[in-house]
Antibody, heavy 122, light 106 residues
């Protein structure tokens, strides 16, 4: 069965960097676009970034553009999100999610991980 | 940029009631709209894709309709396990979620 397991969250000071990871299993990882979606405490869902199945295209929300980098290692079935210049308003649970349709274009999120909490605080 | 609104922001209904949530896009998004259910402390779950298609394994009491700018999500007979927050999400452009509708049992 499809599994997505995030890791790497924690407490980080403002201005510092942190990388979270998502280990995928149960499907052909290299065939699917992948996303990061976050949810601040008590708030709604915010799409953060996505990457095409082959890593050729990457897209970002305006709120993280220029600070976050999404990447993937298809040989290790792993998705990454490198977060730089972190701010207090980046505090959230970060979910990785699989795109519903294989390939590139975003169509929605059919499988989600349990999430990893990132807290930006001094 | 596309904006998404949902109404109501919260509702209380009795078990067995028909529940309807609306989602409106600020511009035509065809049927590029999905609906998700999120229970407290859990990851979201895809219920409806492409405005009206039921995701595999999702109970048939859930349904969706609409196209263009106006969309509707319906629970035909509310069950206790349906207590959750429901989000619409467009993908005509970069993905964007609506603000959510919290559903409680009266």
């Amino acid at each position: 069965q499809v599994q997505l397991v995030e890791s790497g969250g924690g407490v980080v000071q403002p201005g510092r960097s942190l990388t979270v990871s998502c280990a995928a299993s149960g499907f052909i990882f290299r065939s699917y676009g992948m996303h990061w979606v976050r949810q601040a405490p008590g708030k709604g869902l915010e799409w953060v970034a996505n990457i095409w199945y082959d890593g050729s295209y990457k897209y970002y929300a305006d709120s993280v553009k220029g600070r976050f980098i999404i990447s993937r290692d298809n040989s290790k079935n792993t998705l990454f999100l490198q977060m730089n210049s972190l701010r207090a308003d980046d505090t959230a649970v970060y979910y990785c999610a699989r795109d519903r349709v294989g390939g590139g274009d975003s169509t929605g999120f059919d499988y989600w991980g349990l999430g990893t909490l990132v807290t930006v605080s001094s | 940029d596309i904006q998404m609104t949902q109404s109501p922001s919260s509702l209380s209904a009795s078990v067995g009631d028909r529940v309807t949530i609306t989602c409106q896009a600020s511009q035509d998004i065809s049927t590029y709209l999905n609906w998700y259910q999120q229970k407290p402390g859990r990851a979201p779950k895809l219920l409806i894709y492409d405005a009206s298609n039921l995701e595999s394994g999702v109970p048939s009491r859930f349904s969706g309709s609409g196209s263009g700018t106006d969309f509707t999500f319906t629970i035909s007979s509310l069950q206790p396990e349906d207590i959750a927050t429901y989000f619409c999400q467009q993908y005509d452009s970069l993905p964007l979620f609506g603000p959510g509708t919290k559903v409680d049992i009266k």
